[in-house]
């Protein structure tokens, strides 16, 4: 089953797929510099005492993301999150650089 989640919802120890922006103008362009294209793996590492801002892993680096801001970004039904993932995650040069949809 299909779900359209936002990225705030996912708790320290999930990770889910981005399946849209819904962002606009200078944030959705920041998000996509930061690697959340559709299809990127995100994982949830951390958050804050109070919950605001969380701490993902997205394509090897850390960003802390305030609650407001990962509204912005759809992901997939959530799953737990492992390495093993991660390393069976196989992506084309221009994918793992964050260039293009896929």
Not at 40 to 57: F, H, M, Q, T
Not at 68 to 97: H, M, W
């Amino acid at each position: 089953m299909y779900q359209n989640n936002p990225l705030s919802r996912l708790g320290p120890g999930q990770a889910a797929r981005v399946t849209a922006l819904e962002a606009q103008g200078s944030m959705r362009r920041r998000l996509q510099d930061l690697g959340l294209t559709p299809g990127a793996l995100v994982e949830c590492l951390y958050k804050s005492p109070l919950g605001d801002p969380r701490a993902y892993l997205i394509r090897g680096a850390v960003i802390a993301l305030r609650q407001k801001d990962a509204e912005g970004v759809r992901t997939g039904r959530p799953f737990a999150a492992s390495g093993e993932e991660r390393r069976g995650e196989s992506l084309t040069p221009a994918q793992e650089a964050g260039y293009g949809a896929y």
